[in-house]
């Protein structure tokens, strides 16, 4: 896989912490450690894959698609995640830690979807963001918010049973996707950004349509005297159609836009892309990591032979 040789360009993929980008961190000298990242895919908790069956091929009510996937969201229990997560950050101790699916998810009862939606959800079921961050805390552990960026923030109804007089009740449930990118707050951090893709996912919905915007969040950081531009995405994932078209355009996007960066360049994210992924011999859709590697990207994880400490 190329490297640039006028500035180094590194790329991550998935839940991976490595030693920092030149080597193992130096016990004798910290203030010769190298970069140390961290990049988590939060996971709301659900497949969406049964709402948007139901919004684009009626295959059952969306109410209860919608109830149904928010149960096994409840039953994944981010709260307890969260710890485990707080722990591993605590093992590692990272410098910078990228987020991706930093849901929020608010209610509302009773709906009122299918009268246009004329107010949003507000009332907050869970928000991953602060659960983290609290146990962040309780580990003893002290990182900052250093840049966000709000993608999809989508809306649909939850069947939640009858009334006395046997009517269905409804609630409305919102969720609100992030990227967001951590640092220990001894890190100096500035220039943060946050953009929204030009080409997102759409699909119809019951009152209109739905879409899943996505984004990345961008930050400078200055670790040990030198100064690095960090960069967190979560891009859409594969599928037929338009779909991975729109994947590919958004790799493009952020390749293009980075392309124009002068700091050493480390991509963190969720890519859903890996190595392997070949371009499509029919459409001639390039695939996001065969992209970025023809920006001249590297990626982090075979660069350091897949060794994680």
Do not use: C
Request: aromatic share 6%; net charge negative.
């Amino acid at each position: 896989m190329s490297k640039r040789l006028d500035r180094l360009t590194y790329l991550l993929f998935g839940a991976l912490l490595l030693p920092g980008i030149a080597g193992a961190a130096q016990d004798s000298d910290e203030s010769a450690a190298p970069l140390r990242v961290m990049t988590q895919n939060l996971y709301v908790g659900g497949d969406f894959t049964r709402i948007v069956n139901a919004l684009t091929q009626a295959s059952e009510p969306v109410p209860v698609a919608v109830a149904t996937t928010l149960q096994i969201i409840n039953a994944t229990n981010f709260t307890e995640r969260a710890m485990a997560i707080a722990s591993e950050i605590k093992r590692k101790q990272p410098d910078v830690v990228a987020l991706q699916e930093v849901s929020l998810l608010r209610t509302q009862f009773p709906s009122d979807y299918m009268l246009g939606n004329p107010t949003k959800a507000d009332t907050v079921l869970y928000d991953y963001l602060d659960l983290l961050m609290a146990a962040l805390e309780a580990q003893g552990l002290h990182y900052q918010v250093a840049s966000t960026v709000q993608e999809a923030d989508v809306e649909a109804p939850a069947f939640i049973g009858f009334d006395p007089l046997g009517n269905p009740m409804l609630m409305d449930v919102r969720l609100t996707d992030r990227d967001v990118i951590l640092t220990r707050k001894s890190v100096k951090t500035s220039h943060p950004q946050a953009t929204n893709y030009s080409v997102n996912l759409q699909i119809p919905g019951p009152v209109g349509v739905i879409e899943f915007t996505r984004g990345y969040t961008s930050i400078d950081a200055e670790v040990r005297g030198k100064t690095y531009h960090i960069v967190n995405t979560h891009l859409e994932t594969p599928g037929p159609g338009l779909i991975s078209a729109i994947q590919s355009l958004q790799a493009n996007e952020l390749a293009n836009k980075l392309m124009g960066e002068s700091l050493p360049v480390v991509l963190l994210g969720d890519l859903n892309s890996v190595p392997t992924d070949v371009i499509d011999p029919v459409t001639g859709i390039v695939p996001p990591y065969q992209v970025l590697s023809l920006y001249g990207f590297s990626d982090a994880w075979l660069l350091a032979e897949n060794t994680v400490p």
